[in-house]
């Protein structure tokens, strides 16, 4: 909303209407990545939350309110409504979508871009739809196609049932686990084979939601009987969903047709095990029965030894004390659209929590519970079926429906447990049913982070630890001192089903969807700007109008070879989104923080990197500054430092860049395998942009962010199959001319890198431009997409 605002007064400036920068598709924003969970385990959590969360963002809200009014085809489902993904699988999702044109009503499959990575989760339903970055979406907003080079499609054969005991989460491990082996990147799954029609439309959104984290460009589901089914449950129009079936069947678009694959890859469920993943990414499944061990053996390659609990007694609130140590559970967050939007697993943990409760198990006071459904819906389900209430007792209460904890957002710990942790260097974890478990994403103090299913969620935090074996090793003690075994509250799936089949209807879907875009009384009375284009406000710490088109050249500046360039950041494998670009909180000692400081903000004021995306001046300095990123630059250090070969003095990253800039010299990074993994966040290369990059050399990058890098104007470049900066002997210190601009770059060009040393010696070799699309040319070409969108417009 920012760029589009921009957009418009770029076009004020140049004297045209501002009106011709609007969207010219359908556009849904959900707001659901700003609820905190700063108050949890109390009935009045969801409440004092809310409140928290419209005091924060307020100036934030209000000008979304005034881009609904000011955007003729833009509409804002208000916060404390659901989160995105779940908000469009339940409600805004057609299958078939259905317009006028001129006076005849045209049906074509239904189709979706997202600003999400998880936007394939739509898929569950056989909806195409993929996440782009933030701007590449506005450009399709605006007009331009998305593009792409063809890709392959991988299918994925389904045989066998589910056993007892496992879950649609351990299934989307497994899946994650083994789609990385195989390497999806820039490809579509689909997924066949008679085992589709066991797994209901949750299951499959379960599955299709971790598309990102299996690599893939998109997860999708055939649409079939129990496609069908699922939009009668979820309350949708009978006309519409007949008018579904028998177009898709006109067009040869249910169910199976006898695909045809690039490859297949065979699966089958009754293989599947309870599994966790942990402690950094998706794809490190970890079998329930072997947890104990896998901690241990983490522990002691990190901190030397194998002991586990320190038995360090942490004082807590009203007088309570708990006893933590490494491997403790401080968070145990029933969360996210992966699993929250699965009645199953929710119901199981429901069940799981009833019978704890029954036996007197109780979770230790030194974790911290919370529970954030994607959509109302949930709550209604497991109020009707009894289950709320013991969820809650166990501290499980509703803390706001958005994303929290999954996107960072899981608020403070208690103050007694992050004291402790700062003071013993303790290697605590956490456990929630999310998509997401990157270095200090979940919280900047937990060292360790595991996804699990909403019952070992439960499970877990009944334990307080993770070092346990959970089919060996009691959970705790029943009131007579009696052990009490995962095995002895874990519900049947018969049990399971029943209670979800009793209990969810679809008038549960249309009372909850009926007023999705109303909002509560907050919301309504959140006053918001009027007119057409945006009033700035030049001392805001939230909004401030971009650098991007203030000043704007109808001219491209085209491209030139690069010299003399130094390297910012040297990076190794996996580096995530998270890491270039955080979303979580920051302190006042950190670039973002100084800068709110000298603004006049304490630190309680600052809210998180996320909440602060409009505002250019904190995002920039938030860049590669994530707390647990390592760069080789500055060996055995942590965060978002770097040297600068200037001064030879190690210094901030931001500060390091401010200096390059003002010499006029242009920088690089290099980086390993995987760059840019994660969430589709658009500031990782807006903020590498600011900060005076000019080109990223990696091994492999992640579709989204290389796509952003471009639509930022900053080239994403290849190392050749076989070559590496380990290979090549680089090291970070060499001067980098990147030679073969001067007539531009073409889709998929080499071109020539010669690294200077110290020493004079020259290391020369080729990287291939990660520009794959002519539509990717002029973007570079023109120092970014929404540049080009901007001279276009304008012309």
Not at 499 to 514: A, I, R
């Amino acid at each position: 909303v920012v760029d589009l605002a921009a957009l418009r007064s770029a076009a004020h400036r140049a004297g045209k209407d501002p009106s011709i920068v609007e969207p010219a598709v359908p556009c849904d924003l959900v707001i659901d990545h700003s609820v905190q969970v700063d108050f949890f385990g109390s009935e009045d959590a969801y409440e004092r939350n809310v409140e928290m969360e419209y005091k924060r963002n307020g100036e934030r809200y209000r000008a979304l309110k005034w881009a609904q009014q000011a955007f003729s085809s833009f509409r804002v489902v208000p916060p404390g409504t659901g989160i995105v993904h779940q908000v469009n699988l339940e409600y805004l999702g057609q299958v078939v979508h259905s317009r006028l044109v001129g006076e005849d009503q045209w049906l074509l499959p239904d189709t979706l871009v997202g600003t999400d990575s998880h936007t394939p989760m739509i898929g569950g339903i056989g909806v195409v739809g993929w996440g782009v970055g933030g701007i590449e979406a506005e450009a399709a907003m605006l007009g331009q196609p998305i593009t792409m080079t063809l890709p392959e499609v991988v299918g994925v054969k389904l045989t066998g049932e589910l056993p007892q005991g496992a879950t649609a989460t351990d299934l989307v491990l497994y899946i994650v686990e083994i789609l990385r082996g195989v390497g999806v990147v820039d490809r579509f799954v689909e997924f066949f084979g008679p085992a589709v029609k066991t797994l209901s439309v949750p299951d499959r959104a379960t599955i299709s939601n971790m598309a990102p984290e299996q690599g893939s460009t998109i997860s999708v589901f055939p649409v079939d009987d129990v496609t069908l089914e699922y939009l009668r449950l979820t309350g949708r129009d009978e006309k519409h969903i007949r008018l579904v079936e028998a177009y898709l069947k006109e067009q040869g678009l249910f169910g199976e047709q006898e695909p045809e694959y690039t490859e297949i890859v065979e699966l089958d469920l009754s293989t599947i095990e309870p599994s966790l993943a942990g402690p950094k990414r998706p794809q490190d499944r970890v079998l329930l029965n072997e947890m104990r061990n896998h901690f241990e053996d983490l522990l002691e390659s990190e901190v030397g030894e194998k002991e586990t609990s320190k038995g360090i007694l942490v004082e807590l609130e009203e007088g309570r004390s708990s006893s933590i140590g490494h491997g403790s559970v401080v968070v145990s967050a029933i969360t996210s659209c992966t699993n929250t939007s699965n009645p199953t697993v929710m119901v199981a943990a429901g069940l799981l929590a009833q019978r704890a409760v029954e036996l007197g198990l109780e979770i230790p006071p030194h974790v911290k519970t919370s529970l954030a459904p994607g959509s109302k819906v949930v709550t209604e389900y497991l109020k009707e079926s009894g289950l709320l209430v013991p969820l809650e007792e166990l501290g499980y209460h509703v803390v706001g429906y958005g994303c929290t904890t999954c996107i960072g957002n899981a608020g403070p710990l208690p103050e007694g447990v992050e004291g402790a942790i700062d003071a013993n260097s303790l290697w605590t974890t956490s456990v929630l049913s999310g998509n997401r478990n990157f270095e200090a994403r979940i919280h900047p103090k937990i060292r360790a982070n595991y996804l699990a299913s909403p019952p070992l969620v439960v499970a877990y935090g009944l334990a307080g630890r993770m070092d346990i074996n959970l089919e060996t090793e009691p959970l705790g003690e029943d009131r007579e001192g009696n052990p009490i075994y995962l095995a002895d509250i874990w519900p049947s799936n018969e049990e399971i089903n029943k209670t979800v089949s009793e209990n969810l209807n679809p008038s549960m879907f249309q009372q909850k969807y009926s007023e999705v875009f109303l909002g509560d009384e907050k919301w309504e009375a959140l006053s918001a700007p009027k007119g057409i284009n945006y009033e700035w406000d030049s001392e805001s710490t939230y909004i401030r109008e971009p650098p991007f088109f203030q000043e704007f050249s109808s001219d491209p500046p085209g491209t030139e070879d690069i010299k003399n360039a130094r390297c910012l950041l040297v990076l190794g494998d996996t580096v995530t989104t998270d890491h270039i670009s955080p979303a979580g909180p920051f302190g006042a000692s950190v670039p973002a923080g100084i800068w709110l400081s000298d603004e006049g903000l304490s630190p309680y004021e600052f809210n998180t990197y996320g909440s602060r995306r409009g505002n250019h001046e904190v995002m920039m300095r938030g860049t590669f500054a994530n707390v647990r990123i390592k760069n080789e630059l500055v060996p055995g250090t942590e965060g978002g430092y770097t040297l600068d070969f200037i001064s030879q003095e190690v210094s901030s990253v931001y500060d390091a860049s401010r200096h390059y800039q003002e010499e006029g010299i242009p920088l690089i990074v290099l980086a390993g395998k995987e760059f840019g993994a994660g969430s589709s966040r658009d500031w990782a290369a807006k903020g590498s942009d600011l900060l005076g990059i000019r080109a990223t050399i990696a091994e492999s990058y992640e579709r989204i962010f290389r796509d952003n890098l471009v639509g930022m104007g900053v080239l994403p470049l290849q190392f050749e199959e076989g070559e590496s900066r380990m290979e090549l002997g680089l090291d970070g210190s060499e001067k980098y001319d990147i030679v073969g601009l001067e007539s531009g770059v073409d889709v998929g060009q080499k071109l020539r890198v010669i690294a200077e040393k110290e020493d004079g010696n020259k290391v020369e070799f080729s990287v291939v431009a990660q520009v794959n699309t002519p539509a990717a040319v002029k973007y570079i070409e023109h120092g970014g997409i929404l540049n080009y969108v901007l001279r276009r417009l304008l012309a």
